[in-house]
C-alpha cells in the first residue's frame, strides 16, 4: 500500500517538474512579432489574433509571474499609436504639427495620471504576496491601460485618415 502511495507522490512531482520545464521553454513574442493594425480588416481582427497569443501564452506558463509578460494589449496598442501619430504628423503642415503634439503630450499626462491612481486602486486590492497576485494585477493592469491607448490610438488613426 505504501508503495503505491510513493509511486503516485513520485508522478505528481514529475508532472510538475515536466509542466514547469514547458513553462520555462515557452517562446514569447515581441510586438514587432505580430503584423499591425492595417493589414487586418478590421479592428477586431487585429484584437482576435494577439488575444489568441495571449491565450495561448498564459496557457502553456501555466500562472504566476512566468504569465506577467502575456499581457501584450497595452504594447500592441502603443506600437499603433507610435505608428499613426508618427504617420499623421507627417502629413501635417507647421501649425497642425505644434497642435497635435502638444494634444499629445497634454494626453500623455493624462494617461500617466491614470496608470497612477489605478496603481493605487490595485495597491489596496492586492495586498497579499505571491505570483497569482502578481498574474492577476498583471491582468487588471492590461485591461485598465488597453482601452484608454486603444481609443486613443483611433483618434489618430480617424484624424490621419481625414487629413
Known amino acids: 500500500m505504501m508503495s503505491n502511495v510513493l509511486k503516485m507522490l513520485m508522478i505528481l512531482l514529475l508532472c510538475q517538474v515536466c509542466t514547469l520545464s514547458h513553462a520555462m521553454d ?15 480588416e478590421s479592428v477586431e481582427a487585429f484584437e482576435a489574433n ?3 497569443y495571449v491565450q495561448d501564452c498564459l496557457d502553456n506558463t501555466y500562472g504566476g509571474t512566468r504569465g506577467v509578460p502575456c499581457f501584450i494589449g497595452y504594447k500592441m496598442w502603443d506600437r499603433e499609436l507610435n505608428i499613426y501619430y508618427k504617420k499623421l504628423y507627417s502629413r501635417l503642415d507647421i501649425n497642425a504639427k505644434k497642435v497635435l503634439k502638444k494634444s499629445q503630450k497634454v494626453w500623455l499626462k493624462e494617461l500617466d495620471m491614470s496608470i497612477k491612481f489605478h496603481s493605487l486602486l490595485l495597491d489596496r486590492q492586492y495586498t497579499e504576496q505571491g505570483t497569482m497576485h ?22 489618430l488613426k480617424k484624424w490621419y485618415e481625414l487629413w
Do not use: G, H, N, W
Open 134 to 155: 502578481l498574474l492577476m494585477r498583471a491582468d487588471d493592469t492590461d485591461s485598465m491601460i488597453t482601452p484608454i491607448v486603444k481609443q486613443r490610438t483611433l483618434i
Open 26 to 40: 515557452y517562446q514569447y513574442k515581441d510586438v514587432k512579432d505580430f503584423d499591425v493594425l492595417s493589414s487586418f
Open 50 to 52: 494577439y488575444e489568441k
